[in-house]
């Protein structure tokens, strides 16, 4: 049973920092390419950044290059998410998730093209 658990969320002031981590079990994590999503209230699920399997590859959405950092550390199971410089749109839900099949060449912003998915961590962003 694939399990991924965020943490890291919190209260924060505009311009500030956080580090979201996301462990993994349940399959062979060095395997799969992992993403980061957010939801806001009221939005549809939003791309924040992927990751290969490798941690060669990332891929972000536009208005998060330059601020957030995607990163994996295979050894631990655990895949991160530095937020850096972060502004009150910022706020939302974020979730991590795993790819559907292993060793994909490609990165996906799709939310289809993710099978698990954690249970959510929450960051607010005060102005």
């Known amino acids: 049973q694939v399990q991924l658990v965020e943490y890291g969320g919190g209260l924060v002031q505009a311009g500030g920092s956080l580090r979201l981590s996301c462990a993994a079990s349940g399959r062979t994590f060095s395997n799969y390419a992992m993403g980061w999503f957010r939801q806001a209230p009221g939005k549809e699920r939003e791309f924040v950044a992927a990751i290969s399997w490798s941690g060669g590859s990332t891929y972000y959405a536009d208005s998060m290059k330059g601020r957030f950092t995607i990163s994996r550390d295979n050894a631990k199971n655990t895949v991160y998410l530095q937020m850096n410089s972060l502004k009150p749109e910022d706020t939302a839900v974020y979730y991590c998730?795993?790819?559907?099949?292993?060793?994909?060449?490609?990165?996906?912003?799709?939310?289809?093209?993710?099978?698990?998915w954690g249970q959510g961590t929450q960051v607010t962003v005060s102005s």
């Open positions: 998730s795993m790819r559907s099949y292993p060793l994909l060449s490609g990165l996906s912003s799709r939310v289809t093209s993710y099978d698990y």
